[in-house]
């Protein structure tokens, strides 16, 4: 036996006693191919989710079950993750025999892992980051059981090559190893009628555009400070806002004609002309339309604290380059990828916010920032192509499809 197998048999042998409590009993299985997707950490959860809802758009018959960090929808079956107990484990893979495991993140439960395999799941690992793998805390006396745990996979996305390269020297196989990007909550980009847009861009005539997406009530001050320090260098400058609800949109129309700037009611019928230096619209309906108009956008809820901000694939999906505050702690991981691309930057008041509006609305400057945005989000679309298409390879081969 070698040295991994002992690791995980050792493990695995820490794991087998009673629990404290016993184990909640879990619903009937569902009929036909079944996917069971877990995850780890918010952001994680919610890519896996709309990774896993994609998949059931290609094959509406295989049912699918999500766990773990993942959010519950109300189209897929949502059970919680048994206790790492190898009792427990044994008795939830049986249950459920899973064909298709999808397990997203390095946070790795060998116990349940092990359990899975030996129902026959086919296990796929994603979004493994250049970090090392985590398992539960065994006795200090035994190896750690992470390296047998991934062992189990039968094929392991890594974040880049960086990380395929810290699992190739942790033993895996090569040939099971993909550096094949990040997981990422890559929605279908927002529509927009051709004709739509074609007559709005005509209404902008060729002036510099940029947007406020999702603004909160509370933000408004800052970005219309910035726009007032903007217009004073670029006076053909023209903001739009799109208010994140009806109320925020009452306090920002409010705030803009105390401000004293000529504003044009987009919902009430109003037609912008050359003098019009801020558009308000109701809500975020049209954000597809204003995306594809505006090459910039602030991304609002991330000037204020508990918010968290916005989903900036949004945008970026669109081609928009991106600013943002410095509150964005519901997208993170989101953020900071696309930081480090060099499609979002962060702004932190309105003197950094008028700064940046006036260097990255310049058409060169926003399109470099837009296609490392689309650079993200194109290998993010590669990922979830790749996943689908081996699920559905092992559907196939099981005869389950």
């Known amino acids: 036996m070698s040295s991994r197998a002992l690791s995980l048999q050792a493990y695995l042998a820490t794991t087998r006693g009673p629990g404290a409590e016993k184990p909640q009993p879990l619903p ?45 929808t109300g189209e897929a079956l949502h059970l919680p993750a048994p206790a790492e107990r190898l009792p427990d484990c044994t008795a939830y893979a049986r249950h459920l025999k899973p064909d298709v495991v999808l397990w997203a ?59 395929a390269r810290r699992l190739r020297r942790l033993g895996m196989e090569a040939a099971r190893i993909h550096a094949a990007g990040p997981l990422m909550d890559t929605e279908m980009p927002l529509p927009c009628a051709d004709t739509q847009h074609e007559e709005v861009a005509g209404l902008m005539a060729g002036r510099p555009v940029w947007l406020a997406a999702r603004l909160r009530g509370a933000e408004t001050h800052d970005i219309l400070a910035a726009h007032r320090q903007a217009v004073r260098l670029n006076h053909r400058l023209l903001l ?30 109003d037609t912008p002309d050359e003098n019009t230096q801020v558009i ?36 970026a999906t669109l081609g928009t380059a991106i600013l943002y505050g410095p509150n964005v702690g519901g997208h993170l991981r989101s953020y900071t990828r696309l930081v480090e691309a060099g499609a979002a930057r962060i702004v932190r008041d309105a003197d950094s916010l008028a700064t940046a509006v006036l260097h990255l609305v310049a058409p060169d400057q926003a399109a470099a920032m837009a296609h490392a945005g689309w650079d993200v989000i194109s290998s993010g679309a590669e990922l979830v192509d790749k996943v689908i298409a081996e699920v559905a390879e092992v559907l196939d081969e099981r005869g389950a499809v």
């Not at 996917?35 to 094959?59: D, I, K, M, T």
């Open 280 to 315: 308000i619209t109701e809500g975020p309906e049209a954000l597809g339309l204003w995306y594809r108009i505006a090459p910039l956008a602030f991304l609002g809820g991330s000037l204020l604290t508990g918010v968290g901000g916005e989903d900036p694939y949004e945008a």
């Open 28 to 72: 009937p299985r569902p009929p036909g191919p079944l996917v069971w997707a877990w995850a780890s950490g918010e952001e994680r959860g919610r890519a896996l989710a709309s990774l896993c809802a994609r998949l059931n758009g290609h094959h509406p018959d295989t049912e699918i079950v999500l766990s773990g960090d993942t959010p519950a």
């Open 105 to 163: 993140g390095s946070n790795l439960r060998p116990a349940l892992l092990h359990a899975l395999s030996e129902e026959g799941a086919h296990l796929v690992a994603l979004d493994l980051a250049d970090t090392p793998p985590v398992a539960p805390a065994a006795a200090r006396w035994l190896p750690d059981p992470a390296p047998a745990a991934l062992a189990l996979f039968d094929t392991l996305y890594a974040t880049d090559e960086a990380a």
């Open 240 to 269: 739009v806002i799109v208010p994140a609800c009806a109320q925020d949109a009452e306090r920002i129309v409010r705030a803009a004609r105390q401000a004293q700037l000529r504003l044009c009611l987009w919902d009430e019928g």
